[in-house]
């Protein structure tokens, strides 16, 4: 047997249930859009700060240029090659990651900000 019951909802249980609804809605939302990319790149930005100490940014850019202005092409590309060769492959990977997060949680939030503020 097959009840079927006719509930009578009143306007003001109505409006609460749909407040209740759309507050969840609205909350996910700005964890998707805002909360998400601002820790992503919070997180990306602590992990390159934590591994910049392992790279020697001076002497690499010293010897890059020094190549760059010999015009030493075949040889800039020989010490590029050794100088990730002789890097830590986990500080490698973490930095790696940590720029590839630092862009592309960069560019998630200046495409919320720009839904924002450019008129459609």
Known sequence: MVY???M???????????????????F???VRTAVLPFGILAAAVLVALRELPNFNFAIILEN???RLSDLDLLGLTR??????????IVS?????????LLVFSS??????????FVKS
Do not use: C, D, P
């Open 4 to 6: 079927i019951v006719n």
């Open 79 to 88: 010490y590029l090659a050794m100088a990730l060769q002789n890097t830590e």
């Open 28 to 30: 996910t939302w700005f």
């Open 107 to 116: 560019r998630r939030i200046f495409q919320n900000l720009s839904f924002f």
């Open 8 to 26: 009578e909802w009143t306007e003001k249980e109505l409006l609460n249930i749909r407040e209740r609804v759309m507050r969840r809605v609205y």
């Open 92 to 100: 490698a990977f973490l930095f790696t990651a940590a720029f590839g």
């Open 64 to 66: 890059t240029l020094k």
